[in-house]
């Protein structure tokens, strides 16, 4: 099955960094399309007709916006470029990926130094939200190093339906590129408070449930020959961002359900992506495509849907 990858591209140094994380994702496979978008912003009066011409000249502003991407990419195969309507970036990007059937949107973040490179109300979470398909992320600086998101391709799991589906498409993923996979799960000491679990033993309790997660996964996984687990402790994004830090792919999903099931709560994939440690891949509840997602195939051993453990 052909896959599509979407790059939302602006000419700036994040546009940058979410095309070289789109190309670096779309060489994993061979019959991969990438579609560079450079969306405009149209949301005319519906009592009013729009301005002889306006809409025009915004597509062709747009198509102006992508002449960098053009002239880096534009002999590159299976690469197209369009200018994309929408009433915001993120309603363009979804819009486009609805019609293409894309697997995946990429974007990136602001560059500016500090704290809270992604705010909310910014293009990436309006992005994340709702989005049709994965979400990709590109860190600060991406496109300046040696883009190659096969070196480790990391998971987090905590036996949910969400983090179930992120182990099947980080293990096609690791499969398709001969990368190690790394599956993580994280110890929260406030899930043991909150989980009514007391005394000296729930802390060990608690990791032993983790661990239990953590081996049903691996089980579950085939075709990689490099599959290791690692049990993190600590607020699960700072843990996650820490141990994935020289990951070159971290695949999360958008929601776990319950005290001792936090790893991968919105909140965590949000403060996350807000400034990624390394490129990221966040799967949304609902989302009707996923990279590398095969009609014959699927390289976790189950059909998709199912959760780990079942």
Partial sequence: MTQRII?????TPGGRDALALAVALADLSPDTELTVARVYLYNPPVETEPPSGWRKALRETAEADLGWARERYGTRERTSFTAACGVSPADG?????DELGAQAIVTGVSHRKGAGRILDGSVTEQTLRGAPCAVAIAPVGYAEGAPHPARTIAVAVNGSDESSRALEVAGRIARKSGAPLRILGVVEQSAVWYSGYMGPGAGNDVREFVRQDLDR?????TGVDDVRVSILEGEPSRALGQAAGDAGLLVLGSRGHGPLRRVILGSVSARLVREPPCPLLVLPRGAAHVPGEDDDETSAGQTPGAAAGA
């Fill in 217 to 221: 996964a691996r089980e579950r996984v």
């Fill in 7 to 11: 790059a939302g591209y602006v000419d």
């Fill in 93 to 97: 990007l979804h819009r486009l990926a």
